[in-house]
């Protein structure tokens, strides 16, 4: 299935709705998953909140690996 634009501004407008209790995490890797897919700042943001429930400072969308 190919990435939708449309399904990532939607998510930005809900984690903004939310404010601090929730945040987006996302890759431009053409999937619907980021984990393990290449992008050290992804899993270090994924593991540090499954490990202390705590949410990175800002929304995060990255593209390309890094």
């Not at 209790?21 to 909140?49: I, K, L």
């Amino acid at each position: 299935m190919a990435r939708s634009p449309r399904r990532t501004a939607r998510c930005c407008r809900l984690a903004e709705v939310l404010g601090r209790r929730g945040g987006f995490v996302g890759a431009d890797n053409g999937g619907h998953y980021v984990y393990g897919q290449g992008s050290t700042c992804v899993d270090q943001a994924t593991v540090t909140f499954l490990t202390t429930g705590r949410l990175p400072d800002e929304n995060l969308h990255r593209t390309g690996q890094g």
